[in-house]
């Protein structure tokens, strides 16, 4: 990939980038938790996008995109990023390092990347800290990873129109080879634990759907979550989120909150304590019963907070029911996406084998099959 980018700048603006490059991520559990400042525990991958920068002397910004093949080009003096073109992300950053006070300045840049767009690897938060990463290395801002992490979920908030929560950007930001990244939602600070995955590996499904109901629901789970969190107030003056609540403290959660209430505060208290047994398990190299956890979490998901499909559901199943297979779950906000499934490695073929027909009679579509190794994080190379 290097040498590909590499050679397109030369070719685009007969001189040589600076190559920076930024990981897609996946999360191994704890699903929905994020706006109820829990916890999460994503993992980059190996698949991420690479920036080719280099100054111009202008006040202009040249761009190219070899994935969609086309040229854009802007005025530092005159950023209006567009919603829905890949571009938007460049500008997005510059818009946010100009504001906090970092003098960008010209530069050409060619942006390459080997993550399948919406296919639950987070490919625009990767493109966002991909592109931080290499304007700072570029201008030697030396901006902290965390400001760019803010910048990258800032800019997805305000330009692309999405309202994502921190983890993507932070994992693309702060992975490590063979490490997943306990994140407290919090306090936006980490733990890394080591991923010892044996004779298994991490694959990703990809039911290729994404319902229509995914927005409205979403805004309807975070609404759910904090009503009850209004609720149980009287009763746990202590808390502010649901996070703050324990397994203990379930029997009178369900006392108190309405019956339509009740599961999902239920997932929310539950998925907090199974990311921390998850994390404890990967630690003690049991993967099976961090495989179980994940069953759970897809049940919790599909049945009690209701987020799930048709489609995911049907993956989850078939893929839990395969002997060599230890877990598998929906991965991300839901009703579409992917699905993260611990296979054994030597039946990865097997395991395709045994979905792939029965999806595309059930669905009429064809799954995606993406494997996933735990790479580094965002880095300047
Ligand atoms: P995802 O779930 O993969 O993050 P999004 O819809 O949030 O999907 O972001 C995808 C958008 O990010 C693309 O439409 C494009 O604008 C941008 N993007 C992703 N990968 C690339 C790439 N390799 N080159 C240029 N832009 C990209
Ligand atoms: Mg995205």
């Known amino acids: 990939m290097i040498t590909q980018l590499t050679?397109?700048?030369q070719s685009y603006f007969a001189t040589t980038p600076l190559v920076a490059f930024a990981p897609g991520r996946i999360n191994l559990i704890g699903e929905h938790t994020d706006y109820q400042e829990g916890f999460v525990f994503p993992a980059a991958v190996a698949q991420g996008i690479w920036v080719g920068i280099q100054k111009n002397g202008l006040t202009v910004c040249r761009l190219y995109s070899m994935d969609f093949a086309q040229e854009?080009?802007?005025?530092?003096?005159y950023i209006s990023p567009k919603n829905g073109h890949w571009a938007t992300y460049v500008m997005g950053m510059c818009a946010l390092m100009k504001q906090s006070g970092y003098e960008v300045q010209g530069f050409d840049m060619v942006i390459g990347g080997t993550i399948p767009v919406g296919s639950g690897l987070s490919s625009s938060a990767a493109l966002s800290v991909a592109i931080g990463t290499a304007i700072s290395g570029l201008f030697?801002?030396?901006?902290?990873?965390?400001?760019?992490v803010l910048y990258a979920q800032k800019s997805e908030h305000l330009y692309a129109g999405v309202k994502c929560g921190i983890m993507d950007p932070y994992a693309s930001a702060f992975g490590a080879e063979g490490k997943a990244l306990l994140l407290d939602c919090r306090t936006n600070t980490h733990q890394e634990i080591s991923v010892h995955l044996g004779d298994y590996s991490l694959m990703l499904v990809n039911t290729k759907v994404k319902h229509t109901l995914a927005d409205t629901a979403y805004n309807k789970r975070r609404e759910a979550c904090e009503e009850s969190v209004r609720i149980l107030q009287s009763e746990f003056p202590h808390i502010k989120t649901l996070r703050d609540l324990s397994?203990?403290?379930?029997?009178?959660?369900e006392m108190l909150l309405p019956e339509a209430l009740f599961p999902?505060?239920?997932?929310i208290i539950t998925e907090c304590a199974r990311v921390h047994e998850a994390a404890a398990a990967l630690q003690a190299g049991d993967l099976e019963s961090f495989g179980k956890l994940l069953n759970i979490t897809h049940q919790s998901l599909s049945q009690d907070f209701e987020v799930s499909c048709a489609e995911l559901d049907f993956l989850a199943d078939k893929a839990q029911a395969l002997d060599f297979v230890l877990g598998a779950r929906m991965m991300g906000g839901g009703f579409?996406?992917?699905?993260?499934?611990l296979v054994k490695t030597s039946e990865l073929e097997a395991f395709q084998a045994a979905l792939k027909s029965p999806y595309e009679q059930a669905f009429q579509k064809t799954p995606e099959f993406i494997l996933v190794e735990i790479g580094e994080g965002a880095r300047v190379l």
């Open 7 to 9: 050679k397109t700048f």
């Open 72 to 77: 854009f080009s802007f005025e530092l003096d």
């Open 140 to 148: 030697d801002f030396q901006i902290p990873k965390k400001n760019i």
């Open 247 to 253: 397994i203990t403290d379930l029997e009178k959660v």
């Open 264 to 267: 999902k505060a239920k997932h």
């Open 336 to 341: 579409g996406g992917c699905t993260l499934n």
